[in-house]
Every structure is written in structure tokens, then in C-alpha cells.
């Protein structure tokens, strides 16, 4: 397996195995300085905040690739589904938009709250648990090597 194309990589297509194994490592990449940060910041005595700054802007730098990271699976996934990466502002952009809208709105917020929690199941449903496109698409061959017979 070519970790290096499966994590940075935003061609191709991967089943929902590889989906499901990417995301645990990442949600385990992104604890672990989480919790070292975590564990720094309660140890150290920095008056100056010199210890802090560190550790805040390496979190940032290793957040940043953790995001570019979960949307290149998210694209391969989406791809094995015979479906534009641009699916991807759909599935993450507008719900946090909406969630946003809602918290700004009031009471009618819910509104936006609750189409923004069903596109995110929606993006759950679709990335995790429907299966590829048998055979190839237009993103590669089937990652699964199925075959479609042919007519004939």
C-alpha cells in the first residue's frame, strides 16, 4: 500500500476498507499531539508564553496536513462512488455554514441545524457505508479488481 498516495493523493479511487482505515489513522494522528500539547501545557512554566506559541503553531502546521489529508481520501472515496471531488464543499462546507446561519438566526435556527446534521449523515452514508461503482469509472479501476462483464 502506498501510504504516501492514499493520504496526499487526491486521484484515484479506494474502497470503503481503505476509507475506514485512513480515517482511524487520522482521527489517532490528530489525538496524539493533541494530547502531548495537552500534556506540555499543563507540565511547562513559561512565563513568556515562548513554550506555548511553539506548540500552538506545530499543531497548526500538522492540522493543516491532517485536513489536506482527510479531503484526499474523501476525494478517492467520492471518486470510487462515480462522483466529483466538488461534492466534498457539499458535504463539508455547507453544514458548518448553515450551523453557522442557525446560531446567528434564533429560534428559526434549528431549521438550518437540522439540514446541516442531514447532509452530514448524508456525507456519512455516502463516504462510509455505500459501495463503489463496480468495474472501472472514470476516476481508475475498480479498487476492489471486480470486473463488469461485458454484453456480447
Known sequence: MDWGALFFSFSGRINRAKYWLASLLLILAFLLPVAVAYVITLVA???DGVALLAIVTVFIIFFIG???SGLAIA???LHDRDKSAWWLLLFYLVPGLLGGLGDATGDIGAIFHVIGFGISIWALI????LRGTAGAN???PDPLGTAVPQAG
Not at 126 to 129: A, N, P, S
Open 45 to 47: 512554566v513559561d512565563p
Open 126 to 129: 455516502e463516504l462510509g457505508f
Open 138 to 140: 472514470r476516476f481508475g
Open 66 to 68: 491532517v485536513v489536506v
Open 75 to 77: 476525494a478517492k472515496r
